[in-house]
C-alpha cells in the first residue's frame, strides 16, 4: 500500500498528490488514453494519471505529426476519457494553435478543456517564453503541467523528433526552463527525450514532479503511450517498451470472424433469435406480397 496516495489506494489523485507523491518518493505512473475503454483500462490497472495526449493525431486519427489536432478533437476526446475514470488525475493536452496567439485564447480554451472535457488540468508544451501563460492559466485556476525538452509541437523547429539537451549549455538552458515553470506555478514537467543525467539532475533541482518519457529512471513519475504500451501498431519508439502484443490478437480475432462468415459458420445458434412456430406460419402463409397502392 502506498505512503500516499497513488499505487492503487481509491483516494482521488490531485495536484497536491503529485507533489506529495515525489516528497514521499513514491514513482507517479500516468499513461495516455483517448476514448472512455482505454480510459476504464488505465483507471483498473491503477494509473495515478492519465493524459488526454495531442498523441491523439498519430495513434488514433492516423496523421504524422501531431500538429492537425484541434480544441474540438481534445475537447471530445477528453469528456469520453472522463467517463471512464474515477481516481486517477486527468490532464488533457492543448493542442497546437490553442495557446500561441493570446493569452486569453489560451484561457478560454483551457478553460474548455475543464469544463467541457471534465479534465482537472491541462498540458502545454514549451520552456521559460510560455511562463507568463502558466502563471495567468493557474492564476485563472487552471493547473497546468509543463513539457519540456523534445516537444512535439515544434517538430518542424527541431527538424525532427531528436534528443534534446544534449550539450551541457542546452541542458543548462533546459534546468533554467523547469525552474521559470516551477515558479509560475506549474504543478509538475514532462521531460520528454532529454539524455538521463539531465533528467535526474532536474529531478533534484525542482521541487515539483518530473514525469519522464525517453528521460531515463531518474524522474518522479513516467508517462506512456498506451498504444505503444500494449502493441497496436507498427512503430515502436525506443523509449518504449510493449507489454502485450494487442494488435496482433485484434487483427488475428477480425480475420477469424471474417473467416467464420465466409464460412458460414458465423452467427451460430448462440447469436440468433427465433420467432415462434406460429408466427412463422402465418408469414408463410402470407407469402409473397404485392406493394400496396396509395
Ligand atoms: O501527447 C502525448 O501523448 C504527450 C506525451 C508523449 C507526454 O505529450
Do not use: W
Not at 7 to 15: A, E, H, L, P, S
Not at 46 to 64: C, E, I
Not at 125 to 143: C, F, H, K, Q, W
Not at 241 to 261: H, P, W
Amino acid at each position: 500500500m502506498s505512503a500516499v496516495s497513488g499505487g492503487g489506494t481509491r483516494d482521488r489523485v490531485t495536484v497536491a498528490t503529485f507533489r506529495a507523491m515525489k516528497d514521499a518518493d513514491e514513482a507517479i505512473v500516468m499513461l495516455t488514453a483517448y476514448d472512455t475503454p482505454g480510459a476504464r483500462i488505465a483507471e483498473a490497472a491503477g494509473v495515478d494519471a492519465v493524459l488526454v495526449g495531442d498523441s491523439l493525431g498519430m495513434t488514433v486519427l492516423g496523421f504524422d505529426s501531431t500538429l492537425p489536432v484541434t480544441m474540438d478533437d481534445m475537447v471530445r476526446a477528453t469528456s469520453a476519457v472522463s467517463r471512464g475514470i474515477s481516481r486517477a488525475l486527468l490532464v488533457a493536452d492543448m493542442p497546437f494553435g490553442s495557446y500561441q496567439a493570446s493569452p486569453d485564447d489560451a484561457v478560454a480554451n483551457a478553460a474548455r478543456l475543464l469544463a467541457e472535457g471534465g479534465a482537472h488540468a491541462v498540458k502545454l508544451e514549451g520552456g521559460a517564453s510560455v511562463a507568463p501563460l502558466v502563471e495567468r492559466l493557474v492564476t485563472a485556476g487552471i493547473p497546468v503541467m509543463a513539457h519540456v525538452g523534445l516537444t512535439p509541437q515544434s517538430v518542424n523547429v527541431f527538424g525532427g523528433y531528436k534528443l534534446q539537451g544534449a550539450t551541457a549549455a542546452a541542458g543548462i538552458a533546459l534546468v533554467q526552463d523547469c525552474l521559470a515553470l516551477e515558479a509560475a506555478g506549474a504543478f509538475g514537467v514532462v521531460l520528454e527525450l532529454v539524455p538521463a543525467e539531465l533528467a535526474a539532475m532536474i529531478s533534484e533541482e525542482i521541487a515539483i514532479p518530473t514525469i519522464g518519457i525517453g528521460a531515463g529512471a531518474g524522474c518522479d513519475g513516467q508517462v506512456q503511450v498506451f498504444h505503444d504500451l500494449l502493441g497496436i501498431g507498427d512503430f515502436t519508439p525506443r523509449h518504449a517498451r510493449r507489454y502485450a502484443e494487442i494488435g496482433v490478437a485484434m487483427t488475428k480475432a477480425v480475420a477469424a470472424y471474417a473467416a467464420d462468415v465466409r464460412a458460414g459458420a458465423f452467427p451460430a445458434e448462440a447469436q440468433t433469435r427465433h420467432l415462434d412456430a406460429d408466427s412463422v406460419a402465418e408469414l408463410e402463409r402470407s407469402l409473397p406480397l404485392t406493394l400496396e397502392a396509395d
